[in-house]
């Protein structure tokens, strides 16, 4: 598998692409006005201790405040003798006591935002901090090391806790090997941790200097964030369009991986770098509902507030054998595209997939293993139910920022969100009944109706002579303007 990470800056935007095999696989968009809060670690004051809902809220300088959890609270607090880190001890459970005993209004506590703001939920928020490298993860109070479950291979795991037995490692930091640190050297993991306790050093510092609420520890930006995190050994290119972005890349690549010998290719012209690489019109079609299979077949993806469906139909693919062939091979390849778009999208809660009904209990389980093995290829956390006896999947993945579409769009002003509006008829019908009200049983002149110049078409037309019954019934005129301007939900009156 070939990876090439394509990086575009523009003003009010940098957008970066993943391709695999010259497929987008991964799409992400970072703007000025809406920066990336996850991972920034802030000193706040608890504004409200609710423990009718179990949570804490806290100010943290920012538009929201954001809710931690109480049962989440560590047991004690923070260590600030020479050389001490969070007196953290995540394996014993607290002691019971009230929650007025453990956070108190006006308190000052240092958290970590694990989830975004989404809508008018404002950020989730922990006490217990944890700072990413490359390959490790400083847990600092957790005197425990951890290896990513997908590095599933018994012998490496076993190589990696004997490598870091033989390290020097900081009393009270504990550390989690992430899955990119498979196969790496004791010196690579030691550079990772170096830099962990520096950082964490300076974080440190940061929090006794100011004062509460204030940011402490920001996240990297997008650029750094995708490299970090998506930069593997298959990574055949980095591709930039702008000078300062190659440089910056170039600074971050010596820092985190100074063993990588590949250059960042600068690509300038007339084409857009996204435009060069013909990805623009897949981005765009990320944000379409529905989304066409190879095989002819399409899925609809629908997302609202409480989960996302998506709805696998076998469109004009008819097989070649029958009904059950047609609906398990439809199936296999909306499995792997399903997957894909998860992922493109940042699609997070809930998700529900009725695939195509199989009375075959092997093509189920087929089906079933297809999306179990695409999902793995995703960094957030997924769980997956079996296929029930319905053809549906229910699914969680992890949601720690606002869907891609939600980031590109807004709510529609008209329909708010419902994704329709109403018909000609039903605002024919309204309008009439509006103009009822407006008369309210008594005789006016004259009564001057603005619609818009559809509905307004219908009134003159179809619906005449209710018109005219009701200029009798009140000894008044009605004028029905056609007012191009108008949405078509929109009635204006004046008498």
Not at 112 to 134: D, F, M
Not at 240 to 269: A, E, M, S, T, W
Not at 402 to 417: H, K, N, R, T
Request: net charge positive; charged share 35%.
């Amino acid at each position: 598998m070939q990876k090439v990470i394509l990086i575009s800056q523009e003003i009010g935007e940098v957008r970066v692409a993943i391709l695999e095999n010259n497929t987008l696989e991964e799409f992400f968009i970072e703007r000025p006005e809406a920066l990336k809060l996850c991972g920034n670690v802030y000193k706040g004051i608890v504004k409200a201790v609710v423990p009718g809902i179990g949570a804490a809220f806290i100010h943290l300088g920012i538009a929201k405040d954001g809710f931690l959890y109480l049962e989440e609270e560590p047991v004690t607090d923070f260590d600030d003798s020479p050389g001490g880190f969070w007196g953290f001890n995540f394996f014993r459970k607290p002691k019971k006591m009230p929650h007025d005993d453990k956070l108190k209004s006006g308190q000052e506590v240092v958290v970590q935002i694990v989830k975004e703001p989404i809508r008018n939920k404002g950020a989730r928020l922990t006490r217990r901090i944890s700072i990413p490298a490359r390959y490790v993860v400083l847990i600092p109070g957790r005197k425990e090391l951890g290896i990513s479950r997908r590095i599933e291979n018994k012998n490496e795991r076993q190589r990696i806790r004997d490598i870091f037995n033989e390290i020097n490692l900081p009393q009270d930091a504990g550390f989690i090997v992430r899955t990119a640190g498979e196969g790496k050297s004791k010196k690579e993991y030691i550079r990772d941790i170096k830099y962990l306790m520096q950082k964490w050093k300076q974080i440190r510092y940061e929090i006794k200097k100011k004062n509460a609420p204030a940011l402490i520890h920001q996240e990297l930006g997008l650029i750094e964030r995708v490299i970090r995190d998506n930069f593997t050994e298959d990574t055949s290119k980095i591709i930039v369009d702008r000078k300062d972005v190659q440089n910056k890349v170039q600074r971050f690549l010596k820092l985190y991986l100074p063993h990588y010998r590949g250059g960042v290719d600068l690509v300038r012209g007339k084409k857009s770098l996204f435009d060069k690489y013909k990805i623009e019109q897949e981005i765009e079609r990320t944000f379409r509902r529905k989304v066409t299979l190879a095989c002819k077949g399409h899925i609809v993806i629908e997302q609202t507030e409480g989960l996302v469906a998506i709805d696998v139909n076998s469109g004009r693919f008819t097989g070649d054998y029958n009904l059950e062939e047609t609906a398990y091979r439809t199936n296999c390849e909306a499995a792997r595209e399903i997957a894909r778009q998860i992922r493109l999208r940042d699609m997070g809660g809930i998700i529900i997939i009725d695939f195509i009904d199989m009375d075959n209990k092997d093509h189920r389980k087929k089906v079933y293993r297809i999306l179990e093995e695409a999902v793995k290829r995703d960094r957030a956390k997924t769980h997956i139910l079996q296929i029930s006896r319905l053809g549906l999947v229910e699914m969680t993945r992890q949601r720690m920022r606002p869907s891609l579409e939600s980031a590109v769009y807004d709510m529609c002003p008209y329909c708010e969100g419902r994704g329709v509006v109403r018909s000609v008829i039903t605002m024919s019908i309204k309008t009439i009944r509006e103009i009822r009200k407006a008369l309210g049983g008594q005789r006016r002149k004259t009564v001057e109706v603005k619609v818009n110049p559809r509905v307004a078409e219908r009134l003159l037309k179809q619906e005449r002579n209710n018109l005219r019954n009701i200029e009798k019934e009140h000894k008044s005129k009605i004028i029905i303007n056609s007012t191009p301007e108008m949405h078509i939900e929109d009635i204006q009156i004046s008498k």
